[in-house]
C-alpha cells in the first residue's frame, strides 16, 4: 500500500513543495496531525484485511447481479463510466466490470468493512478504481470531486437508511451524471403506501423496527425526489424477489431535454433558435439538398432507426422531446430515405404522437415554428379524419400568429386532394401503387405535388 503525500525538500533556491508515493509504514513513523495518522491507522486496516481474511459474500447479490446486470447494458455502452453507489461486498463491481466493457466502474461506500471487501475483490481489475469513501446524504461527495459518470447505480440501499440518505443520492447522483446518463435504483418499493405482497410488507416492518428511519419507499416518493434535481423517470423494470431496478435520466438543463440526440436534432433542425429561425434554415425545410439530406443521415440514421420500432418513445416524455421525435418520424425520415417507400415509415407512429400533444395542450408550450413542424405529420396523413383535425389545428396556429396563414392554406390544399383520391397520388410510384386515371390526370397539372 502506497500513500501519496506531499513533501517538502530544502535546496539551494529554498523549500520546494513536491508529491510523491511512499510506503504506507514509512508515513506510519512521520511526526504528522491525527486526521493523518487516523487514516494511515484505516488504510493499514485495509491491507491487513485484503492480505487476510476472504471478502464479505451476499447470496443476494450473487442471486441478482445477472438479471441487474442485463437492465444496465441497455442504458450504457462499452467504455462509459459508472459509478456504483452502496458497493457493498464488491461483487456486482467484480462481476459487471468486464462483462459489460465499462471503461472505468467506480466504486463508492461508507463502511469500512464494506471498503475493504470491495478492494479485496476488485483490486486485480483494471476497469475497476479503488474504492472511495463517500457518505450519500452528504450530497457534495467531495471524493468524487471532478468526476462524471454514464451511470449511477445503486443496488438496495434507499431502504435501510434514512430519507436523507435517499434525497443526497438524488442531488449527487445529478451533480456527477452528465446530460443524458443514467441513474438506476434497484430494490424493492412500495406504491401509494400499499406494499405487495406480504413479504415486502414484512420486510417493511422488520426493517422500521430495527431502526425507525429506514423503510422501503413508495416510488412516487422516490420519482418525485429525482425530478427535483433534473432525473426524468424513464421506466420501472420488474426483478425477481419482488425487487425493481427503476431507471431515471439526467436532463440537460440548456434543452430541457434527457437525451443529447433530442436536442441535436432540434439544434440542427431549427438553427438553434425556434424562436427566430434564420431565412436560411428555413429555406432548407423544403428543399431538395442531397448534401443535406447525407448530414443527416450520419448525424441520426441510426437515431431514426431507433425512432421507427418505438425505441425512443420515452422522448415524449416532455413537449420539445416529443417534438424531436416528430420531427425525426416525419422529416429527417423523408430526407434520410428520399424517394423510397421508407420515407413515410414514421408517419403512423408521429400522427400518434400529435393526437396526444394536442389532447395535453402541449402545443401552447412551444415556439410558433416549433407548433407547425409538430403539427406537420397531420398534413401528411393520408387518411380523411386526420385531414379534419389538421385543418383544425393549422387553423388555430394562423389564428394565434399571422405568419401561419399560408401554412393553412397549404393544409386546406392537401386536404382537398386526401378527400378527393383518399390519398397523395405523387407518392404512389414511390411506394408502388398503380395510379388511377384520374389521378394521371392530376399529376399532370401544376401544383398535384408538394
Known amino acids: 500500500v502506497l500513500f501519496r503525500a506531499r513533501t517538502t525538500a530544502v535546496r539551494d533556491t529554498g523549500e520546494v513543495d513536491g508529491v510523491r508515493w511512499v510506503p504506507l509504514d514509512e508515513v506510519a513513523a512521520w511526526e504528522t496531525d491525527d486526521s493523518v495518522l487516523r487514516a494511515i491507522a484505516r488504510l493499514t486496516r485495509w491491507r491487513d484485511a485484503v492480505a487476510g481474511a ?92 471532478g468526476e462524471t459518470a454514464d451511470l449511477v447505480y445503486c443496488a438496495n440501499v434507499i431502504h435501510i437508511a434514512p430519507r436523507a440518505v435517499m434525497r443526497g443520492l438524488m442531488a449527487g447522483a445529478a451533480a456527477r451524471l452528465r446530460p443524458g446518463g443514467h441513474l438506476a435504483l434497484y430494490g424493492p418499493f412500495g406504491h401509494g403506501g400499499t406494499l405487495v405482497p406480504e413479504s415486502n410488507a414484512a420486510f417493511d416492518a422488520d426493517l422500521r423496527a430495527r431502526n425507525p428511519r429506514w423503510g422501503i419507499r413508495d416510488l412516487e416518493e422516490v420519482v418525485l425526489e429525482a425530478s427535483r434535481h433534473g432525473l426524468h423517470w424513464r421506466r420501472t423494470v420488474p426483478m425477481p424477489a419482488n425487487n425493481h431496478v427503476v431507471l431515471f435520466r439526467r436532463v440537460d438543463p440548456r434543452t430541457g431535454l434527457d437525451d443529447p440526440r433530442a436536442g441535436d436534432v432540434l439544434q440542427r433542425w431549427f438553427g438553434g433558435d425556434p424562436h427566430h429561425p434564420s431565412d436560411a434554415v428555413r429555406s432548407a425545410w423544403f428543399r431538395k439538398d442531397p448534401a443535406a439530406d447525407r448530414a443527416w443521415a450520419e448525424a441520426h440514421e441510426a437515431t431514426v432507426d431507433r425512432a421507427l420500432v418505438g425505441a425512443l418513445d420515452g422522448w415524449a416524455a416532455t413537449p420539445r422531446g416529443r417534438l424531436a421525435l416528430v420531427i425525426l418520424l416525419d422529416q429527417i425520415t423523408r430526407q434520410i430515405f428520399r424517394d423510397t417507400p421508407r420515407a413515410f415509415a414514421g408517419d403512423p407512429r408521429a400522427v400518434r404522437l400529435v393526437r396526444d400533444a394536442i389532447g395535453q395542450d402541449e402545443p401552447a408550450s412551444l415556439a410558433p415554428w416549433e407548433h407547425q413542424f409538430l403539427l406537420m405529420p397531420l398534413m401528411h396523413s393520408e387518411d380523411r379524419g386526420v385531414q379534419d383535425l389538421a385543418l383544425a389545428a393549422f387553423r388555430d396556429l394562423a389564428d394565434r400568429d399571422e405568419r401561419f396563414a399560408g401554412t393553412f392554406d397549404y393544409a386546406v390544399r392537401h386536404a382537398e386532394i386526401v378527400r378527393r383520391f383518399g390519398r397523395y397520388p405523387h407518392r404512389n410510384a414511390t411506394l408502388g401503387r398503380v395510379s388511377t386515371a384520374e389521378e394521371e390526370a392530376f399529376l399532370t397539372q401544376p401544383g398535384s405535388s408538394f
Not at 104 to 130: F, K, M, N, Y
Open 54 to 145: 476472504p471478502p464479505r459474500h451476499s447470496p443476494a447479490a450473487a442471486r441478482n447481479a445477472a438479471p441487474i446486470q442485463a437492465v444496465l447494458a441497455e442504458v450504457i455502452e462499452p467504455g462509459d463510466v459508472v459509478l456504483e453507489l452502496g458497493a457493498g461486498t464488491g461483487q456486482h463491481a467484480a462481476s459487471m466490470a468486464d462483462s459489460l466493457e465499462v471503461g472505468r466502474w467506480i466504486p463508492v461506500e461508507l463502511d469500512d468493512d464494506g471498503l475493504v471487501s470491495v478492494a479485496h475483490r476488485t483490486h486485480a481489475i483494471d476497469r475497476v478504481d479503488p474504492p472511495r469513501r463517500v457518505d450519500l446524504s452528504w450530497a457534495p461527495w467531495r471524493a468524487l470531486e
